[in-house]
């Protein structure tokens, strides 16, 4: 009896430190004409990228997790939707892009990365890996498909991209 409460408190705990870090929504915000804040619906309805065969590779080489197929929006729509504010077309080097996850786990994205480099049309917004919405990883998932170390930019909980000016 005694270990059956324990579990059951172990696992409320376990649920509610999830519950927290868990974002439903996204917010694109800083040097935008339009804040966004989307959650997985307002996503399906935009223009849905399906991929395969992402391995999340650490540091050390060794693949940490895999997804057979997902689904997400190319980080470059959701910041076209948003409107980057550009006082003339010389600024773009100095813009850059923050991805921010609820535990504080951050990547950094630069403008031309994004718009004037083909690893830009892999750096997406999923919100389903493996044909399910995803779970303990929090409802968004970022990822940087063309990245050798694609740990590194794999930001779980993500709930915010903040564009910014050096
Ligand atoms: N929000 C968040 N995302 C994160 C991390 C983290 O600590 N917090 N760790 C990163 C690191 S260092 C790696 S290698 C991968 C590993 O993915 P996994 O922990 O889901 O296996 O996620 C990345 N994404
Ligand atoms: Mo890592």
Known sequence: MKKLLYTLLLSFIIHSIHAQSRSESITILGNVENSLNLTIKDLQQMNVVNGTDFKVVSTSGEVRKEF???????LSELL????????SPKEKGKIYFVATATDGYTAIFSYH???NNP?????L???EENGKEIDKDGAF???SATDKIT???HV??????EVKKL
């Open 125 to 127: 917004v999923l919100f």
């Open 151 to 153: 740990g590194a930019r």
């Open 68 to 74: 057979k197929t997902y689904k997400g929006v190319l």
């Open 80 to 87: 076209d939707k948003a409107k980057i504010v550009l006082q």
């Open 113 to 115: 990365e994004i718009f």
């Open 156 to 161: 779980k909980w993500l709930k915010s991209i």
């Open 141 to 143: 998932v970022l990822i």
């Open 119 to 123: 690893a830009g049309d892999k750096v």
